[in-house]
């Protein structure tokens, strides 16, 4: 088990659990709500089989990295993985988010630059922005975000439950869908999370990241759908 520590909470370090393998050119993979750095499983062999150096790290208050009730916003995120790139010495990386790993890519070359990262990508993208507002009318309104997390503090193991019901669909690894075996072990991840954790990255989903993108100076691949 790898792990850097990268803050404190009272007495306690907060530790970022990760893995690394392989060799070549590194590909940091960085996970969605509400899962950890096992989510991309199927991702990491064919990584390693194409000769790249594959690294994969639960966020703060997900999977097994420490489970501090501070520091759920994209700031302290892309400071995390800033120092994780340092700690593992890593350079002319691809930076591949999904869904709000997303945002820690656009934050990250926002907040640091480009000194390490050579491509970025964006599976299911949060930036730029989600919120609506004037000056971005076709944003989500408040009022969803408001009832996600009025549904977490409510009972959240049945919200997840409902949740990852929807997420999981097709198994393009399978060409079918996915077995029910898949979702649980999805949920036994989430369930296991920081409850405070899961409620504050709802907060920091509507994360205004237009000034990032400006800073966006590598080649990046955008995949929605």
Known sequence: MSSIAVGRENSGSIDLYYEDHGSGRPVVLIHGWPLSGASWEKQVPALLAAGYRAVTYDRRGFGQSSKPTVGYDYDTFAADLHKLLTHIDAHDVTLVGFSMGTGEVARYLGAYGAKRVRSAVFL??????????????RGVDAGVFEAIKESLVADRPAFLARFLADFYNADVFAAGPVSEHVVQLGWNVAAGASPKGT???????????????QRVNVPALVAQG
Not at 124 to 137: E, G, I, N, Y
Not at 204 to 213: E, G, K, N, V
């Open 124 to 137: 299911a993208p949060v930036p730029p922005f989600l919120l609506k507002t004037p000056d971005d009318p």
């Open 199 to 213: 409620l504050d990255c709802v907060a920091a989903w509507t994360t205004d990241f237009r000034r990032d993108l």
